[in-house]
Nanobody
């Protein structure tokens, strides 16, 4: 069992920056694929960025070049550095861990990011 807790969400102005963090506890998540998802009101939950156990990353086209996902397997943490924020980035952001061996998904409680003037 893995527990995920996100933090760092806030109200920021367009063009600003924000860093989200996720702390994993319980079973080791070092071998899991981890990701950040987001969901805006009235929209489907979408993957923002993904990182595997080796550090390989991939990003949604909408955030490519602006967001950076990273992980620290020693500290069992996942981060998302968000730069040049736009109003379209407004959403609840969720930390996700996927246990491929057992085909299980773990989710954090979400943290609100609001980009507005």
């Amino acid at each position: 069992q893995v527990q995920l807790v996100e933090s760092g969400g806030d109200l920021v102005q367009p063009g600003g920056s924000l860093r989200l963090s996720c702390i994993a506890s319980g079973s080791s998540s070092s071998g899991y694929v981890m990701a950040w998802y987001r969901q805006a009101p009235g929209k489907r939950r979408e993957v923002v960025a993904r990182i595997d156990s080796k550090g390989n990353t991939e990003y949604a086209d909408s955030v490519q070049g602006r967001f950076t996902i990273s992980r620290d397997n020693t500290k069992n943490t996942l981060s998302l550095q968000m730069n040049s924020l736009k109003s379209e980035d407004t959403a609840v952001y969720y930390c996700n861990a996927f246990d491929m061996d057992n085909y299980l998904n773990y989710w954090g409680q979400g943290t609100q990011v609001t980009v507005s003037s």
